[in-house]
C-alpha cells in the first residue's frame, strides 16, 4: 500500500493532507524518515506521524442496542442519527447492516465492512431476523398459520415467505422472518387487522442481543460472534 493511502487509512486524513505531511518530513518507516508519498508500506512496517504511531483502523464489527428516536442514516434534519451515538474514529466509514425504524428499538449491527453486511442483507441468503412485538389488539390464535403460509402485503406482488410466530400473551409476539421488505412487520399485522405498537428486534442470525447491553449502549462483537454471522 502506497504510503500516503496508508496515512489517510489510519487518520481520515485527505491525501493531499497525508502528501503534505510527508513532505514536511513528520513520516518516518520503521524509525527511517521518508518523504515519498509513493512508498510502499507492509502490515509489519511501523509508521509513525509526528511521532505517534498509526494503525489501520478496520475492518469493524459492532452491536449497538438502539433506543427509540434515532434514525439509521448518515443525517437527517428532524431526528439525531444512530452514529451519534458511538465514540469511534473515522465513525463516517461505518454503515449499518441494514435499517431499523424510527420508533423500532433492538439490535443494530454497524460495520466497514462492506462484504460482510452485503452477506447479512443480500436476500440470497435469508437472514433470520427476530422481532418482539407489541400489538393494539389481540393477536388471533390463527395469525401463526397465516404468516407460515405467507401474507400479502399491501402494494406488493408476491406474499411474504414463511415466517414463524410465537404468542408470548394476548398482545405479544415473536416473529422470526426471513426477507426485508419496508416496514415488514408492522404491514404484516396490518395485514391481518392489527396494528403495531411498539417493536424491538432481539436476534439477527443465531446473534441475540445481549441482556446486559442498555439501550444506546455498543459493543464490538468478538470472534464466536462474527462467526456465528459468517
Same mark, same amino acid.
Given at each position: 500500500?502506497?504510503?500516503?493511502?496508508?496515512?489517510?487509512?489510519?487518520?481520515?486524513?485527505?491525501?493531499?493532507?497525508?502528501?503534505?505531511s510527508i513532505r514536511q518530513?513528520?513520516?518516518?518507516?520503521?524509525?527511517?524518515?521518508?518523504?515519498?508519498?509513493?512508498?510502499?508500506?507492509?502490515?509489519?512496517?511501523?509508521?509513525?506521524?509526528?511521532?505517534?504511531?498509526?494503525?489501520?483502523?478496520?475492518?469493524?464489527?459492532?452491536?449497538? %442496542?438502539?433506543?427509540?428516536?434515532?434514525?439509521?442514516?448518515?443525517?437527517?434534519? /428532524?431526528?439525531?442519527?444512530?452514529?451519534?451515538?458511538?465514540?469511534?474514529?473515522?465513525?463516517?466509514?461505518? +454503515?449499518?447492516?441494514?435499517?431499523?425504524?424510527?420508533?423500532?428499538?433492538?439490535?443494530?449491527?454497524?460495520?466497514?465492512?462492506?462484504?460482510?453486511? %452485503?452477506?447479512?442483507?443480500?436476500?440470497? %441468503? %435469508?437472514?433470520?431476523?427476530?422481532?418482539?412485538?407489541?400489538?393494539?389488539?389481540?393477536?388471533?390464535?390463527?395469525?401463526?398459520?397465516?404468516?407460515?403460509?405467507?401474507?400479502?402485503?399491501?402494494?406488493e406482488k408476491e406474499p411474504?415467505?414463511?415466517?414463524?410466530?410465537?404468542?408470548?400473551?394476548? +398482545?405479544?409476539?415473536?416473529?422470526?422472518? +426471513?426477507?426485508?421488505?419496508y416496514h415488514q412487520v408492522?404491514?404484516?399485522?396490518?395485514?391481518?387487522?392489527?396494528?403495531?405498537?411498539?417493536? +424491538?428486534? /432481539?436476534?439477527?442470525?443465531?446473534?441475540?442481543?445481549?441482556?446486559?447491553?442498555?439501550?444506546?449502549?455498543?459493543?464490538?462483537?468478538?470472534?464466536?460472534?462474527?462467526?456465528?454471522?459468517?
Amino acid at each position: 500500500m502506497r504510503l500516503d493511502k496508508f496515512i489517510c487509512d489510519c487518520t481520515g486524513l485527505t491525501r493531499t493532507q497525508a502528501g503534505k505531511s510527508i513532505r514536511q518530513g513528520l513520516v518516518s518507516i520503521n524509525g527511517e524518515l521518508v518523504k515519498q508519498a509513493a512508498r510502499q508500506v507492509s502490515v509489519t512496517d511501523q509508521v509513525e506521524l509526528d511521532g505517534e504511531p498509526l494503525q489501520l483502523i478496520g475492518p469493524r464489527y459492532i452491536m449497538l %442496542h438502539k433506543p427509540a428516536g434515532y434514525v439509521c442514516a448518515n443525517d437527517d434534519p /428532524e431526528h439525531p442519527i444512530v452514529f451519534t451515538l458511538l465514540d469511534e474514529p473515522l465513525v463516517e466509514r461505518l +454503515h449499518t447492516v441494514g435499517r431499523l425504524d424510527l420508533d423500532t428499538t433492538g439490535l443494530l449491527l454497524l460495520t466497514d465492512d462492506g462484504q460482510w453486511s %452485503h452477506r447479512l442483507t443480500s436476500p440470497k %441468503h %435469508h437472514v433470520a431476523k427476530t422481532y418482539r412485538v407489541w400489538t393494539a389488539d389481540p393477536i388471533p390464535a390463527d395469525a401463526i398459520a397465516q404468516f407460515a403460509a405467507g401474507v400479502m402485503l399491501r402494494g406488493e406482488k408476491e406474499p411474504t415467505k414463511p415466517a414463524q410466530l410465537e404468542l408470548v400473551a394476548t +398482545h405479544e409476539a415473536l416473529l422470526t422472518i +426471513h426477507e426485508g421488505r419496508y416496514h415488514q412487520v408492522k404491514r404484516m399485522f396490518a395485514a391481518i387487522g392489527n396494528k403495531v405498537e411498539r417493536l +424491538h428486534r /432481539e436476534r439477527i442470525g443465531a446473534l441475540q442481543l445481549p441482556v446486559d447491553l442498555a439501550e444506546g449502549e455498543y459493543r464490538s462483537l468478538n470472534e464466536e460472534e462474527i462467526r456465528l454471522l459468517s
